[in-house]
């Protein structure tokens, strides 16, 4: 895949690593690897005790998917959070992106992904089981189903949308601001909130 290659194999590792991240290619992964390398004491030993430190410390929380160092996540331990709504959410990324917008202080739900013919994910490969638990739950009276406006997160939408159908809950979508084809994580901040200020029903 890499060709021949002057670099000793621990450089040729790092760079092949590197090159799996999202949005790095082989050739920004050698800049990136280079750049550390030249910068091993201020930059590639702090982060790769960093790294190791997440990988010790890190959690998936039981209850919502999210990740963070204790459990359950301080987002799901938050008193101050309003439990009744549940924001349903394909990937951590995407939590954090409306988090940080600050218009939503309910609890959260990340699947894991979409479901997807074509790469083969089915309702079995996502986190839904526990999802029909925490809304089972009566003191849950909202679902709001914060998936990207793709064809794979529309589908996503409408098969949730029956699976967790019952009369006295309310389940709703993202609303304008959210372009076709948008992934949420790459979106401004007052674009997700002005989506989740007027999301609508699903």
Same mark, same amino acid.
């Given at each position: 895949?890499?060709?021949?290659?002057? $670099?000793?194999?621990?450089?040729?590792?790092?760079?092949?690593?590197?090159?799996?991240?999202?949005?790095?290619?082989?050739?920004?992964?050698?800049?990136?690897?280079?750049?550390?390398? &030249? &910068?091993?004491?201020?930059?590639?030993?702090?982060?790769? &005790?960093?790294?190791?430190?997440? +990988?010790?410390?890190?959690?998936?929380?039981?209850?919502?998917?999210?990740?963070? =160092?204790?459990?359950?996540?301080?987002?799901?331990?938050?008193?101050?959070?309003?439990?009744?709504?549940?924001?349903?959410?394909?990937?951590?990324?995407?939590?954090?992106?409306?988090?940080?917008?600050? +218009?939503?202080?309910?609890?959260?739900?990340?699947?894991?992904?979409?479901?997807?013919?074509?790469?083969?994910?089915?309702?079995?490969?996502?986190?839904? =089981?526990?999802?029909?638990?925490?809304? =089972?739950? &009566?003191?849950? $009276?909202?679902?709001?189903?914060?998936?990207?406006?793709?064809?794979?997160?529309?589908?996503?939408?409408?098969?949730?949308?029956?699976?967790?159908?019952?009369?006295?809950?309310?389940?709703?979508?993202?609303?304008?601001?959210?372009?076709?084809?948008?992934?949420?994580?790459?979106?401004?901040?007052?674009?997700?909130?002005?989506?989740?200020?007027?999301?609508?029903?699903?």
């Amino acid at each position: 895949m890499w060709g021949h290659s002057l $670099n000793s194999p621990e450089i040729e590792h790092l760079i092949h690593l590197m090159a799996r991240l999202p949005g790095l290619g082989p050739r920004s992964a050698r800049r990136a690897a280079l750049t550390l390398l &030249k &910068k091993r004491d201020t930059l590639l030993e702090p982060l790769a &005790k960093a790294m190791s430190d997440a +990988a010790a410390a890190i959690r998936t929380c039981p209850d919502c998917g999210n990740l963070d =160092t204790q459990t359950p996540c301080a987002i799901c331990a938050d008193q101050r959070r309003d439990a009744s709504i549940i924001c349903v959410v394909a990937d951590v990324a995407d939590l954090w992106a409306l988090d940080r917008s600050g +218009a939503y202080r309910g609890l959260y739900h990340v699947l894991g992904g979409t479901l997807s013919a074509l790469d083969g994910i089915g309702p079995d490969d996502l986190n839904l =089981t526990r999802l029909i638990e925490r809304v =089972t739950d &009566k003191t849950v $009276n909202e679902v709001i189903l914060a998936l990207g406006a793709t064809v794979a997160g529309q589908a996503t939408a409408h098969y949730l949308a029956e699976r967790l159908e019952r009369p006295d809950l309310q389940i709703s979508g993202l609303a304008h601001g959210v372009p076709v084809g948008g992934e949420l994580d790459y979106l401004d901040d007052g674009t997700l909130s002005a989506a989740m200020t007027a999301r609508r029903p699903v």
